[in-house]
Nanobody, 120 residues
């Protein structure tokens, strides 16, 4: 079952958005969750990961601005984005993490993603 990301939209530079990721129960609680993004003309890249136990890591470009979290009771993950920049514009996806060291998401679980557009 694909994960469903939501909460994207148009925001001015410096603004904030919170993305949500809806997932199924047992799988969600027992796996790491990642946020990824794909900007126009670029490859998909990882943004932030959170383990089943709550350990978090961030790609350098978002450190100090983005916060990943999860609510296992609600089977939902979140990405709080602040101080947004035009270069954050992308389609954002959430997925289970199958390889923490490679920051790799699970094949077959990529959903439609949610578009975040940051205007300058």
């Amino acid at each position: 079952v694909q994960l469903q990301a939501s909460g994207g939209g148009l925001v001015q530079a410096g603004g904030s958005l919170r993305l949500s990721c809806a997932a199924s129960g047992t799988i969600f609680r027992n796996n790491g969750l990642g946020w990824y993004r794909q900007a126009p003309g670029k490859q998909r890249e990882w943004v932030a990961l959170i383990s089943s136990g709550g350990t978090t890591i961030y790609t350098d470009s978002v450190k100090g601005r983005f916060t990943i979290s999860r609510d296992n009771a609600k089977n939902t993950g979140y990405l709080q984005m602040s101080s947004l920049k035009p270069e954050d514009t992308a389609v954002y996806y959430c997925n289970y993490v199958v390889d923490w060291s490679k920051r790799e998401g699970a094949r077959g679980y990529w959903g439609q993603g949610t578009l975040v557009t940051v205007s300058s």
